[in-house]
């Protein structure tokens, strides 16, 4: 079973286009996130879930707006596209256990062309 | 700013020799992760270090959180061409936010 189930895998749109991309984790975990991994394999993170609530913001431009419908799932919905949005979106999850030892597990990645 | 250097960028190995990567930074981690991404797929966890001075293995893959909790290195021993792929490491301070090297790029040459 996959963990980390992110969809669509590819999504080719014009600029200007609103989309949005799913995620899902069967984990149980408490933490969701999304990064954005540029042309050159850079990894950013850009927003971070805990319980449903927004505890990292990084310097995204808000056209970007993560919804978060339950712990099981964090949605990046993108307004007007831009040239420059194209990348691959991954999505991760994470639960700290007693004693703060986490790791973070990866989706497999939403490859975003836009035209 | 928090600086993050991973090096090499890319490496060129043939198969069976061994392969060291590392990331110094000019910030105190209290975790270091290492990650290999496979060609369109996402990262994938490799090695977690926790205390300062802690040496682990996973079969071939070694690494090392460095004492001064600056630094870390992955080593991989015995090189297969399914090493390949990108190798990322990824160290937390006490929020739980990651930073991503910019990878090592592994080539294994038969």
């Known amino acids: 079973d996959t963990a980390v189930s992110q969809t669509p895998k590819y999504l080719v749109t014009q600029m200007g286009n609103d989309k949005s991309i799913k995620c899902e984790q069967n984990?149980?975990?408490?933490?969701m996130y999304w990064y954005k991994q540029d042309s050159k394999k850079f990894l950013k993170i850009m927003f971070s879930?805990?319980?449903?609530?927004?505890?990292i913001n990084e310097t995204v431009p808000n056209r970007f707006s993560p919804k978060s419908p339950d712990k099981a799932h964090l949605n990046l919905h993108i307004n007007s596209l831009e040239l420059g949005d194209s990348a691959v979106y991954f999505c991760?999850?994470?639960?700290?256990?007693?004693?703060?030892?986490?790791?973070?597990?990866f989706g497999p990645g939403t490859r975003l062309l836009v035209l | 700013g928090q600086q993050l250097n991973q090096s090499p960028q890319s490496m060129f190995i043939q198969e069976g020799e061994d392969v060291s990567m590392n990331c110094t930074s000019s910030?105190?981690?209290?975790?270091w992760l290492w990650y290999k991404q496979d060609p369109g797929e996402g990262p994938v966890l490799l090695i977690a270090?926790?205390?300062?001075?802690e040496l682990t293995s996973n079969g071939r893959l070694t690494a090392q959180f460095g004492i001064t909790r600056k630094d870390s290195f992955l080593n991989i021993s015995a090189s297969i061409p399914s090493d390949v792929g990108i190798y990322f490491c990824?160290?937390?301070?006490?929020?739980?936010?990651?930073?991503f090297g910019s990878g090592t790029q592994l080539t294994v040459l038969p």
């Open positions: 991760a999850s994470s639960q700290r256990p007693a004693g703060g030892r986490e790791t973070q597990y």
């Open positions: 984990l149980g975990h408490d933490t």
């Open positions: 879930y805990n319980n449903k609530e927004l505890i």
């Open positions: 910030s105190i981690f209290n975790t």
């Open positions: 270090l926790y205390k300062a001075g």
């Open positions: 990824a160290p937390a301070g006490s929020a739980r936010q990651l930073t």
